[in-house]
């Protein structure tokens, strides 16, 4: 029997219903339903997202996930048969936040889907955020000051596009450029424009097909007191004004002329 057989069946015995019953809410015979059931024959994909939407589970964790080892109703829900995401509270009924480190950085991309994973992640409490679904990600490089390496960044799980503001900063989890911190620079219908706020790295265009995830900053947590220069635009622009007048004084010092 496949994973998938196995999972509709503990579905169907978990919230006692007979075979019968969830073939005529399939619309289909029971003989062909119980050939899903004992793996004897495979379901096509219409039928794969009516059983997902019987039990309202996605089709990822149908497929991919052994149900029998998660609480199916911790898990948050999001509409389209999507992925769902496990929310897990402490002793006092907060909601514990999964810190993704750069230990186990490099596998979220394979199990940002899978209950088991998250599970496995280190967890903290952050009572004071309020209600929504937050996750801890990693800082990497410079692009993002003050925030430096070893700092994270705690995001608001983000469910579409729709959502998403200019000029805002977010972590983005994407099939082309991993996992990324940064702020959105143009938002288009078919792909988001990132910016760093060190200038010193161009901003870029993702599609919007690839993005996987999207939280949006709500707190940071650094792992450093080292002070940090901000080059504010009005700081540079002194700087170029001062560069122009001490040019100006070495000319004159000179004979030179414009």
Known sequence: MSLFSDNIRALRVKHKISQEKVAESL??????????????????Y???????????????LLLSVDVRKIEVTDLLKLE??????PIQVDQMGEN????????????????????????????????????????????????????????????????????????????????SEGMVYKRLNKN?????????DNYFY????????HILEIWEYQCSIARSDKRTEALESDTIKNMFVELKKDLAEVKNSIGLTN
């Open 202 to 209: 161009p901003p870029y265009e993702v599609k919007a097909s």
């Open 80 to 85: 389209n048969n999507r992925l769902i995401l």
């Open 46 to 60: 219409e039928i794969l997202k009516k059983i997902g939407q019987y039990y309202q589970i996605s089709i990822d």
């Open 96 to 175: 514990r936040i999964e810190v993704v480190t750069q230990k186990v950085k490099a596998g979220y991309l394979n199990g940002y889907a899978d209950p088991e994973y998250i599970e496995q992640l280190q967890q903290i409490s952050l009572p004071f955020l309020g209600v929504g679904k937050y996750r801890g990600f990693p800082v990497e490089g410079d692009s993002m000051p003050p925030h430096q390496d070893g700092d994270i960044i705690v995001g608001r799980y983000v469910e579409g596009l729709g959502e998403v503001l200019d000029g805002k900063t977010y972590i983005f989890i994407t099939r």
């Open 27 to 44: 619309m289909i015979t029971r003989g062909r339903y119980v050939k899903y059931e004992d793996g004897t024959s495979e379901a096509p």
């Open 188 to 196: 288009n219908k078919n792909a988001l424009v990132l910016a760093s």
